[in-house]
């Protein structure tokens, strides 16, 4: 007979679960479960046993065991827990927690807002320092990360107790932020980096894992690769040359495969990281140490990054403008800004490989290079004595003279621990008017203001903004434009993109943002759709989904042949819903093949809101639109915070004649009291020219009245609101709303139009006017102004 179990969510009902599939076993019957726990794959697929490197590496292991990788993931027994499980005890507001022991069990207690007082176990540990989260098993094969941590630095540094992840919020059960919401799911989020070779066997359509791993934590083939073979050519070595000490085993190994000049290949190895070169080792650490969206193929040593995971661009939120880091981004974006990976520079020449601490402390990490005499390899560094009071100008020992003070500031994440950034910027507090990023003299000055630390710098070193970018414009001043939808950025985004001094990572978000200019900068898009970078080509390959389908196709199918993977995916998601007969009869084979693996992929990744979206899109543009409100539905079950599949689902909705659902999913949003003011806004715009279209114009007056409180600075908000304003009659109000927008774009063209447009039927002349010359200025080739300016004069116009 073959019983099937669901549990409630909690640890005791865990537990009497496994104890009554162990019962019932034992009289004959089956447990079918429609999610295993994490476990070790059962298909060795050329990995071996964890621990099987320790015995010929001793040196490399011992390194190893104590590393942030040997302590990424472990199972919670008393000599791996740092917790004070001693009834050490936690409270937050209305969340409450106590930390305790059964034996060698370790268990929370924790009661919080609509969630009573339970008893959960904990199953393993996340990380040693500066803090160690727990992690508890959950039915469907999940594992949940207490928001709750154990602070482990001295208590000299403030350490050694509880303390929230989230300090002074609370979350429902039904938030994604609670503990045992979608965020804090290890599955999803996490566990790809903290174990080696994972499989999260996702199941889309029960919510549920089934997840795996080679080794629990990261382990030597989590770098090196399937490695059974090499034990194997190992075993059959000492076979042949006898039973040795490790040490002397290991120099012997060495000395015969020099004498024999055996590669990795003929050692059963399918990686030499010894080979691995500047941006290519760099790419192999980037497969975890990365903000990027993983592409469902695995993380193959050796292969190129783009090729198993896209990475994050200089987002806002993620970054600020000038590419410093805001959001979590774990390290490559920044590094990829940096001169130090443009010239060759890897992780390694920083980091040790095994213990993943820095190999020298303090300044003298960075005087390896950079010193009076530099290495050959590295040309481009000047030669002088930086560690110095001539080049630091502070006082020798203090904060302010250590490299990393000034070239690496810090952000703090999860409270207790600073992170330092890795793009080696110069401090250029003379940028922060322009970009809106962190001046990194003000860690320490925070008496000084921007413009006196920019004096100060521009004292000892002269003009820093053509020193350090041979007279470019620093790209952060660009980007920040496009941020803020000025018309006059186009120009400085091309200029970006053509320049290949740029960074990749910088161009491809140049391309990113060149998307919102429409027809002027199809020219770049297309350009880039060839370019050598793959992050450049897979930027450029979304904007053409819009393009008619002959151009579509001309433009995206050869890049459905790409090398890199992330390029084919953004390739064929854009070319989702062009007609099969329009592609070339010999081609249409491959374009189904590419889309078929590619939606595979999405299904067995749609684990987060995030992905969930992506699979909505392609079901959606290949005409499966009430799955792909299905997805959607599934996304804000996820998160109903999730603004891209809310606004996406209303919009598809809209399109499908189902006019009041996409109102209920509108106010729906709403109605959520958390919902950011931004995002709240974007749905009341939305709500709006829904009404507006249904002529219920009163009503959707007042819904851009709130948009425009909860997000000011949204140009079109103001617009349509002028607009709508004027419509029914109330034209001072209509006014003071285009004033309201130009407040905060002056230079937004629709604007200024309206502007002449309301002022001229105001009988305010002089200020249509004025109106009238800001456009001139940026739309000095505009044939139609200079009509409309001689008819505000009062001058005869020739038809």
């Given amino acids: 007979m073959t019983v099937t179990f669901r549990t409630t969510n909690n640890g005791q009902g865990w537990r009497k679960l496994c104890a009554a599939v162990a019962v019932l076993a034992s009289i004959g019957f089956t447990a079918v479960s429609e999610a295993a726990s994490p476990q070790m794959a059962s298909d060795a697929m050329g990995y071996a046993p964890e621990g099987s490197c320790a015995g010929c590496h001793e040196q490399q292991n011992s390194a190893w065991k104590d590393s942030d990788h040997g302590w990424a993931m472990r199972e919670a027994t008393p000599s791996n827990v740092l917790g004070d499980f001693d009834d050490g005890v936690f409270e937050d507001g209305e969340v409450k927690a106590r930390f305790h022991r059964d034996g060698d069990r370790f268990v929370a207690t924790i009661e919080g807002p609509e969630d009573p007082q339970a008893d959960w176990e904990i199953a393993y540990t996340f990380g040693y320092s500066p803090l160690q989260q ?50 804090q799911n290890w599955n999803a989020m996490c566990a790809d980096c903290h174990s080696t070779n994972l499989i999260k066997g996702y199941d889309l359509d029960s919510d549920s894992f089934s997840t795996t791993w080679h080794e629990q934590t990261v382990g030597c083939q989590s770098c090196h690769g399937p490695s059974q073979p090499h034990v194997d050519w190992a075993t059959d070595w000492q076979q042949d040359h006898g039973d ?82 805001q959001g ?40 390896q290079c950079h010193n009076l005499a530099p290495p050959a390899e590295y040309p481009g560094i000047k030669p002088m004595d930086y560690d110095s009071h001539d080049h630091h100008h502070h006082e020798p020992g203090s904060e302010g003279a250590q490299c990393v003070s000034c070239h690496m500031p810090e952000t703090p994440y999860m409270e207790v621990d600073p992170r330092r950034d890795h793009s080696f ?83 491809a978000t140049a391309v990113d943002e060149l998307a919102n200019y429409g027809a002027p900068a199809v020219p770049t898009l297309e350009q880039a759709l060839q370019d050598e970078s793959s992050l450049v080509r897979a930027a450029a390959a979304p904007p053409f989904a819009q393009a008619p389908d002959n151009a579509r196709i001309q433009r995206l199918l050869p890049l459905i042949s790409d090398s890199e993977l992330a390029v084919r995916d953004e390739a064929i998601k854009a070319l989702a819903g062009t007609s099969m007969l329009l592609i070339p009869e010999g081609q249409r084979d491959k374009v189904l093949e590419v889309r078929r693996d590619y939606e595979r992929r999405l299904r067995e990744g749609a684990d987060l809101p995030g992905n969930r979206l992506n699979l909505a899109v392609l079901l959606a543009r290949t005409a499966r639109e009430d799955e792909a409100i299905e997805q959607y539905r599934a996304a804000l079950k996820m998160d109903p915070y999730f603004l891209p599949a809310r606004a996406n689902m209303v919009t598809l909705l809209s399109g499908e004649g189902d006019v009041e659902e996409a109102r209920d999913v509108l106010q729906e949003g709403l109605a959520l009291e958390e919902m950011p003011e931004p995002d709240r806004g974007h749905l009341a715009y939305l709500l709006a020219l829904s009404l507006a279209e249904d002529k219920q114009f009163e009503e959707a007056a007042e819904w851009l009245d709130k948009a425009a409180e909860w997000r000011p600075a949204h140009a079109r908000t103001h617009y349509n609101r002028s607009l709508l304003l004027d419509r029914l009659g109330r034209k001072d109000e209509a006014l003071a709303a285009l004033n309201q927008g130009l407040q905060y774009a002056p230079d937004d063209p629709d604007l200024l139009y309206a502007a002449v447009y309301l002022n001229a039927s105001l009988g305010q002349v002089t200020d249509a006017l ?27 116009v020739t038809p």
Avoid at 337 to 347: A, F, K, L, N
Avoid at 486 to 506: C, F, H, M, S, Y
Wanted: glycine content about 8%; some cysteine; charged content about 25%.
């Fill in 134 to 183: 727990y992690l508890v098993e959950l039915p469907d094969g999940k594992l949940q990360a207490l928001t709750i941590a154990w602070d482990s630095r001295p208590e000299d540094e403030g350490g050694q107790q509880w303390f929230s992840l989230y300090p002074g919020q609370t979350f429902t059960p039904d938030d994604p932020l609670h503990w045992r919401g979608r965020y």
């Fill in 770 to 796: 004025q109106a009238m010359t800001q456009l001139r200025e940026i739309r000095p080739d505009d044939p139609k102004l200079q009509r409309l300016e001689q008819q505000l004069r009062g001058q005869d």
């Fill in 244 to 325: 040795v000490a490790t040490d002397a085993r290991t120099e012997a190994r060495a000395e015969a495969n020099s004498a024999e000049q055996l590669d990795a290949t003929d050692m059963g190895l399918p990686v030499d990281p010894s080979e691995w070169q500047g941006k290519e080792l760099v790419e192999q650490c980037a497969r975890c140490h990365s903000r990027r969206q993983m592409l469902g193929k695995g993380t193959e040593p050796g292969t190129p990054l783009t090729d198993a995971a896209l990475p994050s661009l200089l987002s806002e939120g993620l970054y600020h403008a000038d590419g410093q880091i």
């Fill in 328 to 367: 979590e981004v774990y390290v490559y974006g920044s590094f990829a800004q940096s001169r130090m990976y443009q010239e060759g520079v890897t992780c390694t020449n920083c980091h040790d490989p095994h213990t993943t601490r820095v190999k020298i402390e303090g300044n003298g990490l960075c005087t």
């Fill in 425 to 507: 910027r110069v401090p250029r507090p003379d940028l922060h008017d322009a970009t809106n990023s962190p001046n990194a003299c003000a860690s320490c000055h925070q008496d000084k203001s921007p413009e006196e630390s920019a004096s100060s710098i521009q004292q000892w070193f002269g003009d820093l903004s053509r020193a350090n970018q041979q007279g470019r414009p620093h790209y952060g001043v660009t980007l920040q434009a496009a941020r803020n939808g000025d018309p006059e950025a186009l120009d400085g985004l091309v200029e970006l993109v053509n320049d290949d001094r740029t960074p990749d990572i910088v161009r």
